[in-house]
């Protein structure tokens, strides 16, 4: 098939099903058709292009790309077109990629649901009444529902993962200073990383080498080599790895179902010949709150500059008002009620007085938790647990409920802070619900490939198992286009 057969039956299938998914923000189908047209030309002609020219792909709204409007799923941005590439946007264009248009998430990142967006929610295509996680839920979502063969996401506390794990979806979050950061919203810039999203292990790791590796642009960005992902992803080789079984992340509060379909991929790991075994990391305990002190205080300073003075919405200016008044009125109708929590929460902890009561606080405990992996990976190779703690919730059921929300990211929070690489990998659905669940594993710092390895046997064994992909086993919204595979 041709590049522009390829868009046209991605945005032929948009047109199908997204008034019922909801997973783009924006769409530029002449735009993606011309690209796709230009990779068919350069093939024609005999080019040598890369693995992925002409395959199309998402983008999160979160990052830039030049000539389309940027929101970042809030209104503070609305009707800003960012003149420039992020990094992660110029590598796949590079790459012939062709980028389809920007998906829905949660306001500025903030969220495990997509409930936050400005725009409205997007919907689970396994259960068009759940939610398809967050903050990318748009991502995931253009997966899950065909709209996209690949897609880009980005991961503070597991909005890669997260989102992966309740859409039956690959969601990879790289080491940090893997991918760079160049041209991304930022959210809390210690933690932030954008990372590959796929419907395989093998789509990932391709999109993984497109964007991933040092950025001059992005002073966090790590001067070494990309790890062999794609090599990795082809083996597929466990025999004789290390994992180790995250004794706290499971238990009490855990979905018996997600237990269930963990524990079985833990033994079909093992009858590959990895090594199995137990692994404590008991500050894990204290990740979640540590989070939720330095998210929102790094938040409270990035976001600063959404001042009606530079981007986007400007409300009040009408000559009655003043600079300052004109920023705080644009505040109060930019930005949502979760921002404006965290807002508040960051300028709390990082105020004086309070600094080293909380915020300090939070960081001795980020560096306990580094202390837990680094002990960790002294005895296995990698660490796994589910990717969350339930399946996909009702859209509604949590949204007026912060501190439930902030569960979603009990498993996946560890590694943000500590800036090792991370992935969820589809392991079944669960008995009691019928919905996808996801196996996360956790790599040292700049052993990307090892996630791949794991996800790659899994994927393997499993579909043996299925008979199929995971995602054949969805309902009808998603099964048509499975005929004839999803490979
Ligand atoms: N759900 C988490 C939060 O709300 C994760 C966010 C993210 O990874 N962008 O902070």
């Given amino acids: 098939m041709s590049s522009v057969e390829v868009t046209q039956a991605h945005l032929d299938r948009m047109a199908a099903v997204e008034p019922a998914v909801h997973a783009f923000l924006h ?65 796949m264009l590079d790459a012939g990629l062709v980028i389809l248009g920007k998906t829905n998430l949660d306001e500025f990142a903030m969220g495990s649901s997509t409930e936050n967006s400005a725009y409205g929610p997007t919907h689970n295509p396994w259960d068009l009444d759940r939610i398809p996680g967050g903050s990318g839920g748009g991502s995931a979502a253009a997966l899950a529902a065909f709209e996209a063969p690949l897609s880009i996401g980005t991961d ?43 419907r395989t292990v093998l789509d990932a790791a391709l999109l993984h ?28 080789d466990v025999r004789g790895l290390k994992i180790g079984v995250v004794r706290e992340l499971g238990g009490e509060g855990y979905q018996p179902g997600v237990e269930q379909r963990f524990r079985e991929a833990v033994d079909v790991l093992a009858g590959l010949g990895a090594e199995i075994v137990e692994v404590s990391c008991p ?28 981007f986007g919405l400007r409300t009040g200016d009408d000559g009655s008002h003043d600079a300052e008044e004109v920023m705080g009125l644009t505040r109060e109708a930019g ?12 300028t709390y902890a990082l105020s004086s007085g309070y600094y080293d009561a909380y915020y300090g606080q939070a960081q001795k405990v980020r560096t306990l938790v580094t202390r837990d992996f680094e002990s960790a990976f002294a005895q296995v190779d990698v660490l796994v647990s589910p990717s969350t703690p339930g399946t996909a919730f009702r859209i509604g059921e949590k949204v007026d409920d912060p501190l439930a929300m902030y569960l979603n990211d009990l498993c996946t929070i560890p590694s943000n802070l ?33 996630l791949y390895r794991v996800g790659a046997a899994l994927e393997r064994a499993l579909e043996e198992r299925w008979g199929g992909p995971l995602l054949a086993q969805a309902p009808e919204l998603v099964v048509p286009a499975v005929a004839g595979g999803t490979k």
């Fill in 209 to 236: 080498a497109v964007i991933g590796g040092h950025d001059p642009l992005d002073s966090t960005s790590a001067n070494a080599p990309v790890p062999d992902v794609v090599s990795a992803a082809r083996s597929g």
């Fill in 27 to 91: 769409v530029d189908g002449e735009r993606a058709l011309a690209a796709a047209a230009k990779v068919d030309q350069a093939r024609a002609a005999g080019e040598t292009l890369g693995p992925l020219a002409g395959v199309p792909v998402a983008l999160k709204d979160v990052l830039t790309y030049a000539g389309a409007p940027t929101t970042a799923g809030s209104r503070v941005l609305e009707g800003w077109v960012p003149p420039y590439d992020a990094t992660v946007t110029r590598r």
């Fill in 156 to 198: 503070t506390g597991g909005s890669i993962r997260q989102p992966a794990s309740v859409t039956g979806t690959v969601g990879v979050k790289p080491t940090y200073g893997g991918t760079s950061r160049y041209g991304l919203v930022a959210l809390a810039s210690s933690l932030d990383q954008p990372g590959p999203c796929a």
């Fill in 418 to 450: 500590a800036g090792n690489a991370s992935a969820s990998f589809p392991v079944g659905l669960a008995p009691e619900d019928g919905l996808p669940v996801g196996l996360q594993v956790m790599a040292p710092p700049l052993a990307d490939d090892r």
């Fill in 283 to 310: 500050n894990f305990a204290y990740a979640l709150p540590a989070y939720y002190l330095i998210l929102p205080s790094e938040a409270s300073s990035n976001l600063a500059k959404f001042d009606g003075m530079r």
């Fill in 335 to 346: 930005f949502g009620a979760e921002v404006k929590r965290r807002i508040i929460l960051g």
